[in-house]
């Protein structure tokens, strides 16, 4: 398994990183000495991901800052460890400038200039029930449990928490409202950098937050919605995979189409526009015949996708080469993402980070 990397975030060994002239907008490799089995959500110039035992590790021009080692302009050009615990790390997700992680126990800990004391880089959370997922948005986190209630913390000014009840803020994880553990638990989250989207048993999406561009797909512009609301305009289609950029939101239905809604000033809704949409839109470049999407992932400002066939697309802001195919520029339909090498592997995950994307291949 090869992990490529494309667009800003941090310098592949050999390869030039992190603004336009100097970083490659094909993918390359991001280490040749460090074997990554999973690759998480990424943060603003900052990677994730974990090797095979469950070790956590970070890349990108702020990791030096977000380990507690350097300045906000401190490239790492190779993936650096963290020692954090005995217990290996499932998964983890970034923010703006903080980076949330849960281990194999099913605790959380959060780490980031702004959570780090003089003594202690990982504040843990207390939490009633194991977590699965967390994600992060500009500044705030959520995450869920096993046993399908969903948490928040951070910035609450656009009613990104999902709590009525909490005010401009909350730096204690608070219950977000609406469904939870019962007949339509939540299975899944996602962040954007002010909304909140959620997923449920029964193939529903729920969002609430800021929809000054429309991300929470209501129908309406609106500074703030506090409360998990459902988007009723997918009517009755089911979906299996959400994501959520910084002002966009996408949709995988079980089917194998991606809908997608928000911002679209950079194209990051795929539909070969740049006009916002209120409402959910299908992408009908993507996914149709044989080869439905299978995977999604929001970044800032741009989306991408993988297919069942092992091709990776992306969308939307080009402009540090977030898009991996081979030039610095936005695209407002999917274009094929291009391995430096022209190797032809399979791609069996991708992830993306504010202005970057991660591509796996099986090779």
């Not at 790390?89 to 992680?101: E, I, N, P, R, S």
């Not at 913390?153 to 401009?168: A, C, K, T």
């Not at 091709?311 to 094929?336: I, R, Y």
Request: proline content about 5%.
């Amino acid at each position: 398994m090869t992990v490529y990397q494309c667009g800003f975030v941090a310098n592949a060994p050999g390869e030039p990183g992190c603004s336009k002239d100097i970083s490659s907008a094909s993918l390359v490799p991001v280490s040749s000495t460090i074997q990554l089995a999973n690759v998480f959500q990424g943060g603003w110039g900052f990677a994730t991901g974990a090797d095979k035992d469950g070790d956590l590790y970070i890349w990108g021009v702020n990791a030096a800052t977000m380990l507690g080692k350097g300045g906000d302009n401190d490239a790492g050009s190779d993936p650096t460890t963290m020692d954090i615990a005995a217990h290996a790390v499932t998964t983890a997700a970034g923010g703006f400038d903080h980076c949330c992680l849960v281990t194999q126990d099913g605790k959380v800990s959060i780490f980031g200039p702004g959570y780090k004391s003089s003594d202690q880089l990982l504040m843990s959370l207390d939490v009633p029930s194991p977590v699965k997922q967390v994600a992060c948005g500009e500044h705030h986190t959520l995450f869920l449990t096993e046993n399908g209630d969903c948490y928040a913390f951070g910035s609450n000014r656009e009613g990104q928490l999902g709590s009525p009840s909490v005010g401009s803020e909350s730096t204690k994880p608070v219950v977000v409202a609406g469904p939870g553990a019962g007949t339509d638990p939540i299975i899944a989250i996602a962040a954007g950098a002010r909304h909140s989207v959620a997923l449920t048993a029964n193939g529903s999406l729920l969002s609430w937050g800021c929809s000054l561009h429309g991300e929470c797909g209501t129908g309406s512009i609106l500074p703030s919605i506090t409360t998990p609301t459902i988007v009723s305009a997918l009517g009755p289609l089911k979906f299996v995979a959400i994501g959520a950029g910084m002002g966009h939101t996408m949709s995988l239905s079980e089917t194998g189409d991606v809908y997608s809604w928000g911002s679209n000033d950079q194209g990051q809704l795929g539909d070969g526009t740049t006009v916002s949409s209120l409402i959910p839109k299908l992408i009908e470049s993507l996914g149709a015949g044989d080869d439905p999407v299978v995977k999604i992932a929001a970044g800032g400002r741009h989306s991408v996708a993988m297919t069942k066939s092992g091709k990776s697309f992306a969308w939307g802001f080009g402009s540090f080469g977030q898009l991996g195919n081979g030039v610095f520029e936005s695209a407002s339909s999917p274009k094929e993402m291009v391995i430096s090498n022209g190797g032809g592997e399979k791609v069996v995950d991708v992830a993306a980070g504010w202005w970057h994307s991660i591509v796996v291949t099986a090779a």
